[in-house]
């Protein structure tokens, strides 16, 4: 027993978390996005990924 109290704010949290929306600034992040994606996908080829492919 006892427990109402700790579950009711769990829930009041939970809830304040759900809807929460924050402003997001879309230009940051598309510049943060499109820096770092032609980089990390340079060194990749179709040879790593059929090797992946081979084990099932």
């Given at each position: 027993?006892?427990?109402?109290?700790?579950?009711?704010?769990?829930?009041?949290?939970?809830?304040?978390?759900?809807?929460f929306?924050?402003?997001?600034?879309?230009?940051?992040?598309?510049?943060?996005i499109?820096?770092?994606?032609?980089?990390?996908?340079?060194?990749?080829?179709?040879?790593?990924?059929?090797?992946?492919?081979?084990?099932?």
């Amino acid at each position: 027993m006892g427990r109402g109290r700790q579950k009711a704010k769990h829930t009041k949290i939970a809830r304040e978390l759900k809807y929460f929306s924050p402003d997001t600034n879309y230009n940051a992040l598309e510049a943060e996005i499109g820096s770092h994606s032609t980089e990390a996908h340079a060194g990749w080829s179709e040879e790593d990924f059929a090797e992946e492919d081979s084990h099932r």
